[in-house]
């Protein structure tokens, strides 16, 4: 066992479990696009 061997052993002993199950497909939100008109718009109405 090398020098680095331990130092990696030692952290996979105190690694927490995975806190996002692998079952669970993440959920990114959708963005939508905002167009000149619209950020017009907005300037206009503030």
């Known amino acids: ?3 680095g061997d331990r130092f990696l052993s030692s952290w996979i ?3 927490p479990a995975l ?3 692998p079952n669970k ?4 939100p959708v963005l939508e696009t905002i167009t000149e ?3 017009e718009e907005c300037k206009e109405d503030s």
């Open 13 to 15: 002993e105190v690694a």
């Open 25 to 28: 497909v993440p959920i990114s």
């Open 1 to 3: 066992m090398t020098k």
């Open 19 to 21: 806190l996002i199950s």
């Open 37 to 39: 008109e619209e950020a």
